[in-house]
């Protein structure tokens, strides 16, 4: 099932296999201890993300909300991104474009959807209790977000309510659960919408998933971007 919410908005439903999925956490477990692992970062104002982070590639510090060579706690310089993952954001856009070229008249797809090849890899995991508000990404360049580039989203483990809109308004956006193994691309005119993620789903995981990765109760995202 896959759905074009939007133009550019994309959500391709359990897109990436179970043996693709566990692929994923097991690298995220081995990359998210010790130096430029998992942390819980925190805002300007001291409050701190209801969700953990870690950065593949390069950093995102939510505080300053600036892009860095360096992980603002450790100092480390974050692992490379993991070529599988590269490869899957790829496959990702180019099935979003045969998806949009299928069932709308378009000149040209990379003008509602442009392809992109990411510089950071952003994991939250979220706990029973995550939460994240109703926010936009606009820390990437100018460029970027002039073109549109889109960020990718790759959502693994428990089920989350997702939020998304023209508005900070939470009462104003439309909702749609992200499962295990939905992908969700948000580019083109996309690209500045409203989005956050008010609640974790308890026990939706897939109970596979859970048994060959040892994953908490829990759910990882990850969002991929070209800066
Ligand atoms: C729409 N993450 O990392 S993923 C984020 O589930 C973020 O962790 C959420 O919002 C999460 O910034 C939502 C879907 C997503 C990610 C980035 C977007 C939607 C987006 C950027 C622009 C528009
Ligand atoms: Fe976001």
């Not at 391709?12 to 081995?30: A, D, G, H, M, P």
């Not at 002039?146 to 939470?170: C, M, T, W």
Request: aromatic share 8%; hydrophobic share 35%; with cysteine.
């Amino acid at each position: 099932i896959q759905k074009v919410l939007r133009p550019g908005m994309v959500l391709l439903k359990r897109y990436i296999s179970l043996c693709e999925q566990i692929n994923i956490v097991k690298t995220c477990q081995t990359l998210g201890v010790g130096p430029g692992g998992f942390y819980r970062p925190g805002y300007k104002d001291g409050a701190k993300l209801r969700l953990h982070m870690m950065c593949l590639g390069l950093n995102w510090d939510p505080q300053t909300r600036k892009y860095d060579k360096r992980h603002p706690i450790d100092d480390c310089e974050p692992p490379n991104i993991p070529c599988e993952f590269c490869l899957l954001v790829r496959r990702a856009i180019q099935d979003a474009h045969c998806l949009i070229k299928k069932n709308y008249i378009v000149g040209n797809v990379e003008d509602v959807l442009p392809s992109m090849s990411p510089d950071i890899c952003i994991i939250n995991f979220y706990t029973t209790n995550g939460r994240l508000g109703l926010h936009q990404d606009r820390d990437e360049s100018r460029e970027s977000l002039h073109k549109g580039l889109p960020v990718v989203s790759f959502s693994i483990g428990n089920s989350a309510e997702f939020l998304y809109g023209d508005q900070r308004d939470e009462d104003k956006a439309e909702k749609v659960v992200l499962d295990s193994g939905d992908v969700l691309i948000f580019g083109g005119e996309s690209r500045m919408v409203f989005h956050g993620v008010p609640s974790i789903i308890p026990n939706t995981a897939p109970q596979a998933l859970l048994a060959e990765t040892g994953l908490r109760r829990g759910r990882l995202n990850l969002t991929f971007r070209q800066l």
